[in-house]
């Protein structure tokens, strides 16, 4: 639209961030339209709306805000877009009798690439072979989960799938890559033979180079998730679903029609191919058995295959056949009733108790569930009355008791903001002078987010494979063990403060309704112990969910930078901060980028080293500006070293380095750091790099004006207690405000006064 229209007509709004909110054309969330909406009305000003992928209608948990527009805003002209909408007769008639205006319904099943169905009773790596020999490749493997994904990945590498010439083109393409995560190898690997992975575990730098290498035509097979905005960015020539059924969220069933002409629709590339190919798999066990049957004809004994136990709907070529020519379902209202949207409209200008009526007795619920809504609705309206959020003023002449919200609702209400809001009302709550301040502040950071729950099951099976090896050495029993497991939950730092304090936010603001605080502790846990990503990752085997780890990082850093005020923000916070920003660009630069980019439009990335495909970095004017944030980063870098050399990754402790000659003008090389680290480990255990190791009494920082650089003297906190070496640090001033990062050069390292 920017290309089209110009930047300066576009704007965009989100969760995370607002650009160019007032343009005439704005890109939004259906959540952002909905609350503007309610909060609005008729008066919303909104003169047309482009509904894009409207089955999400139906949804559980969004639905709700794809259908309070269409209630809302009676003078606008809608767009309802879909490949799967279904029957929308309901939605004509709608229309037309909320907006006055003849609606018109465009269908097409005419697709401009047409599909070609089979139904596949060979094993899935044969099937897959097949496709490719015949040259209908690329093929595009739906798994429902993405150990399945990773395990065909991985099935797949035995199979030819590419030639001599592709490899060599493939290993060409991804020369420059840098595969450091502990999962990249695997990645790799895979990627060599031909064959790419895609889903939301993986690193999103990963996801692009998958879809840059299909676009370019070197993969001939992607093994991902129901991803169904894949096919946007991987051209594909055929899906092959691996089964039939998968898992809601509350039960596994066949596919609907909806969800398999979504995933079946991203076969064959316009332009590109004359058909396109969707295969599905027959269910292992019947494959396996129509294997066993040809054994037994020759006289073998046997054991046929039963289905499996859990996880598992049973299908057969007629329910492929019912899917491939099934309409897809009508799309079902799963409108609801929350505090936040009864504050939204009761605070709009006029008759807001009128207006909230109208939209409970207009919602496309039946007449049942209109009257459960209604039900609800004066549950809520009475606990926010009780409660002082809403005030009823009587002897306004007009018959009715008016009624007006003692809140101010932010622009952008949510239930995001919610739990923002609860984070400032408890932030103050902290003592700023105690040692642990940065720490329990980023409990309560961690806790306004959503729970990585696979990461949070990690910690769980750890503290449970601990315990249950000291209550065997306790002589505990088994019925008592599994009786004290019951008990074990995952890591809650300052759980009853927590508890506490959002229990009485919510008493005082009820908008929160259903959420609830999520108390959590994995980036606590990392910066505690200063660990790395990779650390992190192989310590709880989180190999597959690199990408929702840094998700979950990610997102603590935003909420550090963006809503922790400043004037909460100690140093030591800061370097918390800084020590996240450091730890997700150096792993994959990719969400902060994006990020701001929404906050502001002029950025521009800057390489963070010469040819690093992907790798970028916001330069900030002039670093060292800030003395105190440039204070922060220099300790932070200075303990990002520290805990490479210390694990004896001398690579990257080099890497960090401006300049790998130390003050006498010799060089540093991976042999003498790790000749020093044996010096040291043998007399003094293991470098600390817990608070302690890094508290600030342990660093002396000397400025040295006359040549525009800075001394740090770094005390080596280690387990024997002796602490009777330094590491010693120049950090060149111009260099920084070049690189817009601390330039270190390692002076020297070893015992105090050598």
């Known amino acids: ?75 606008t002209r809608f767009l309802l877009m879909s490949a799967t909408l279904g029957d929308v007769s309901f939605f004509e008639r709608d229309l037309e009798t909320r907006t006055g205006r003849a609606a018109a319904t465009v269908t097409s099943v005419d697709r401009p690439v047409p599909l070609d169905f089979r139904y596949s009773e060979v094993p899935l790596t044969e099937a897959v072979e097949s496709q490719v020999e015949a040259g209908r490749a690329p093929v595009y ?42 999962y990249g190898p695997r990645v790799r690997t895979w990627l060599q033979h031909g064959i790419g992975i895609h889903h939301a575990g993986l690193l999103p730098k990963y996801r692009v180079l998958v879809e840059r290498l299909a676009q370019r035509g070197l993969l001939k097979v992607i093994c991902g998730t129901d991803t169904l905005g894949v096919g946007v960015n991987v051209p594909i020539k055929t899906v092959l ?42 269910p292992e066990h019947v494959i ?75 919602s496309h619920e039946s007449s049942t569930a209109q009257r459960a809504h209604r039900r609800r609705g004066w549950q809520l309206f009475r606990a926010l009355v009780d409660r002082g959020v809403i005030e009823l003023e009587r002897g ?68 449970k494979t601990q315990a249950v090896a000291e209550m065997k050495a306790a002589g505990l029993d088994y019925d008592e063990r599994m009786e004290e497991l019951e008990k074990l939950e995952y890591p809650k730092p300052l759980r009853e403060l927590v508890y506490d304090t959002f229990n009485a936010f919510a008493a005082r603001h009820p908008w929160v309704g259903e959420e609830n605080i999520r108390p959590k502790s994995i980036a606590r846990e990392m910066f505690e112990t200063f660990r790395s990503f990779d650390d992190y990752v192989r310590e709880y085997d989180l190999h597959r969910a690199e990408g ?87 300790r932070t870098r200075v303990f990002t070293w520290l805990r490479a050399w210390s694990i004896g990754d001398d690579a990257a402790a080099l890497g960090l380095l401006d300049s790998v000659f130390d003050g006498a003008g010799q060089p540093w090389t991976a042999e003498r750091m790790a000749d020093v680290r044996e010096r040291f480990g043998a007399e003094h255990g293991r470098l600390r790099l817990d608070p302690e190791g890094r508290n600030r009494r342990h660093t002396r920082i000397e400025t040295q004006s006359a040549t525009d650089s800075w ?10 207690a002796l602490n009777d070496w330094m590491a010693d640090f120049q950090v060149d001033l111009e260099s920084s405000r070049t690189t817009g990062e601390p330039a270190l050069r390692l002076a020297g390292i070893g015992p105090l006064g050598a």
């Not at 001394?711 to 024997?720: G, I, P």
């Open 711 to 720: 001394r740090v003297e770094q005390m080596l906190v280690d387990t024997e």
């Open 548 to 634: 929702l780890l840094l998700r979950h990082l990610g997102s603590v850093y935003k909420v550090l930078r963006q809503t922790v005020p400043d004037g909460l923000k100690t140093e030591a916070v800061l370097e918390m901060e800084l020590y996240l920003r450091e730890l997700v660009r150096r792993v994959d630069s990719s969400l902060l980028d994006e990020w701001e980019k929404l906050r502001d439009p002029s950025w521009e990335a800057v390489p963070v080293e010469p040819g690093a495909p992907g790798a970028v970095r916001s330069g900030p004017p002039d670093l060292t500006a800030d003395t105190t944030a440039f204070t922060a980063a220099i």
């Open 241 to 282: 679903f691996s089964r039939l059924c998968k898992y809601d969220g509350e039960k596994t069933a066949v596919l609907s029609a909806r969800d398999f002409h979504q995933i079946s629709g991203r076969a064959g590339r316009k332009g590109f191919d004359e058909h396109g190919y969707v295969v599905a798999q027959a």
């Open 1 to 75: 639209l920017c290309r089209e229209l110009g930047p300066e007509r576009v704007g965009l709004a989100t969760g995370d961030a607002t650009v160019n909110r007032d343009a005439p054309v704005l890109c939004c969330t259906a959540e952002i339209l909905s609350n503007l909406a309610l909060r609005e009305g008729e008066g919303a000003g909104v003169d047309d709306v482009v509904m894009d992928e409207f089955h999400w209608y139906a949804d559980r948990e969004r639905g709700v805000a794809w259908q309070v527009p269409l209630l809302t805003l009676p003078d």
């Open 396 to 463: 306004s002449g007009s018959g009715h008791a008016a009624v007006r919200v003692n809140v101010d609702l932010q622009e952008d209400f949510s239930m995001d903001q919610a739990l923002s809001l609860y984070l400032l009302e408890a932030l103050p709550q902290l003592d700023e002078s105690a040692e642990t301040y940065p720490l329990d502040l980023l409990t309560l950071v961690e806790s306004i987010l959503e729970d990585p729950d696979v990461i949070l099951r990690r910690q769980l099976a750890r503290l």
């Open 288 to 362: 396996e058995n129509r294997r066993l049957a040809e054994k037994a004809k020759t006289g073998r004994r046997v054991v046929m295959r039963r289905p499996p136990k859990g996880n598992f709907a049973p299908w057969d070529g007629r329910t492929f056949e019912r899917l491939t020519t099934a309409q897809p379902e009508r799309l079902v209202s799963r409108f609801q009733v929350s505090h936040g949207m009864l504050l939204n409209v009761l605070a709009r200008p006029g008759d807001g108790c009128g207006a909230m009526r109208r939209l409970l007795r207009e």
């Open 141 to 182: 493997v739906v798994h429902f989960t993405q150990k399945d994904a990773a395990e065909s990945a991985q099935a797949f590498t035995s199979l030819r799938v590419t030639s001599k010439e592709e490899k060599r083109d493939i290993l060409q393409a991804i020369r420059d890559v840098r595969f450091s995560s502990p």
